[in-house]
């Protein structure tokens, strides 16, 4: 989980882990780490460890040593806030330079809060395009919306070129 400060990487994560939305969340400090077990297919077993980083930029520093065992990356950026769009030029270099040519999924959040949007799903489907990211997906951890698919996407990619033996 990667993306500024305050985009929602802390919500969509417990969202995920746990099925509910926290309305209080404490500032990350560093990096936070969450896993969670899945049934990939229906068939396979697979543990999604996931690991939550600080948006500030006084954390950075950790993301260089912590990206070289990631496999997936999910870049949140705030719809109501273009600013934390305009960091994916920078957030992607560190990703690529530290963990290779892994999938990056880019994550609209907060689409609850479409009457406050500042950025429009086309722009961020252009940013995906043009930073040659895997995928693109606008959700809601507050309500839920599409916070199973975006795990569910990030996963399929995971395993598209991985051979399961069946």
């Given at each position: 989980?990667?993306?500024?400060?305050?985009?929602?990487?802390?919500?969509?994560?417990?969202?995920?882990?746990?099925?509910?939305?926290?309305?209080?969340?404490?500032?990350?400090?560093?990096?936070?780490?969450?896993?969670?077990?899945?049934?990939?297919?229906?068939?396979?077993?697979?543990?999604?460890?996931?690991?939550?980083?600080?948006?500030?930029?006084?954390?950075?520093?950790?993301?260089?040593?912590?990206?070289?065992?990631?496999?997936?990356?999910?870049?949140?950026?705030?719809?109501?806030?273009?600013?934390?769009?305009?960091?994916?030029?920078?957030?992607?270099?560190?990703?690529?330079?530290?963990?290779?040519?892994?999938?990056?999924?880019?994550v609209?959040s907060?689409?609850?809060?479409?009457?406050?949007?500042?950025?429009?799903?086309?722009?961020?489907?252009q940013?995906?395009?043009?930073?040659?990211?895997?995928?693109?997906?606008?959700?809601?951890?507050?309500?839920?919306?599409?916070?199973?698919?975006?795990?569910?996407?990030?996963?399929?990619?995971?395993f598209?070129?991985?051979?399961?033996?069946?």
């Amino acid at each position: 989980m990667l993306g500024d400060a305050s985009v929602g990487k802390t919500s969509l994560t417990l969202r995920y882990i746990s099925g509910f939305f926290l309305r209080d969340l404490r500032m990350t400090i560093g990096v936070d780490f969450y896993s969670k077990n899945i049934l990939f297919h229906n068939v396979h077993r697979v543990k999604l460890q996931i690991w939550d980083f600080g948006g500030e930029e006084r954390f950075r520093f950790l993301l260089s040593q912590y990206c070289k065992g990631a496999n997936a990356a999910f870049f949140l950026y705030d719809i109501t806030n273009a600013r934390t769009l305009e960091q994916l030029p920078a957030w992607t270099q560190l990703i690529r330079e530290n963990a290779g040519d892994i999938p990056i999924m880019l994550v609209g959040s907060k689409c609850d809060l479409e009457e406050y949007r500042a950025v429009s799903r086309d722009e961020g489907i252009q940013a995906a395009k043009s930073y040659s990211l895997t995928s693109f997906i606008e959700l809601s951890s507050k309500t839920g919306d599409n916070v199973e698919k975006a795990f569910e996407v990030l996963t399929e990619t995971l395993f598209e070129n991985v051979p399961i033996d069946d």
